[in-house]
């Protein structure tokens, strides 16, 4: 059984940065991909990015883009989500999953094995 879990959430100011990590353990991996979600309260959860677990290629939402980078330690089975600038709109929990597909479905329906998750508040 694969277990996934996010740690590295926290209190930020606006403008500031974080870098979350996703440690996946339980057995020997090779996925095709994994992936960072987030949920605010009341919304869905939406795509923020993904990475291929061979090549590191990546790809990221537009909302994002040039603020947030997703990259990975393959030999400590660990996703990383680096995440500069941050605004007051990145408050969310965070989750990463496993990707079959490349690109990544950018659709939660799409997945079904979530870690716990890791809160991010950025304040004014």
Same mark, same amino acid.
């Given at each position: 059984?694969?277990?996934?879990?996010?740690?590295?959430? /926290?209190?930020?100011?606006? /403008?500031?940065?974080?870098?979350?990590?996703?440690?996946?353990?339980?057995?020997?991996?090779?996925?095709?991909?994994?992936?960072?979600?987030?949920?605010?309260? %009341?919304? =869905?959860? =939406?795509?923020? +990015?993904?990475?291929?677990?061979?090549? /590191? $290629? !990546?790809?990221?939402?537009? *909302?994002?883009? %040039?603020?947030?980078?997703?990259?990975?330690? &393959?030999?400590? &089975?660990?996703? @990383?989500?680096?995440?500069?600038?941050?605004?007051?709109?990145? !408050?969310?929990? @965070? @989750?990463?999953?496993?990707? /079959? =597909?490349?690109?990544?479905?950018?659709?939660?329906?799409? @997945?079904? $094995?979530? +870690?716990? +998750? !890791?809160?991010?508040?950025? *304040? !004014?």
């Amino acid at each position: 059984q694969v277990q996934l879990v996010e740690s590295g959430g /926290g209190l930020v100011q606006a /403008g500031g940065s974080l870098t979350l990590s996703c440690v996946a353990s339980g057995r020997t991996l090779s996925p095709r991909a994994m992936v960072w979600f987030r949920q605010a309260p %009341g919304k =869905e959860r =939406e795509f923020v +990015g993904g990475i291929t677990w061979a090549f /590191g $290629r !990546t790809l990221h939402a537009d *909302s994002v883009k %040039g603020r947030f980078t997703v990259s990975r330690d &393959n030999a400590k &089975n660990t996703l @990383y989500l680096q995440m500069n600038n941050l605004k007051p709109e990145d !408050t969310a929990s @965070y @989750y990463c999953a496993f990707s /079959g =597909e490349w690109p990544p479905p950018t659709k939660p329906r799409e @997945y079904n $094995r979530w +870690g716990q +998750g !890791t809160q991010v508040t950025v *304040s !004014t």
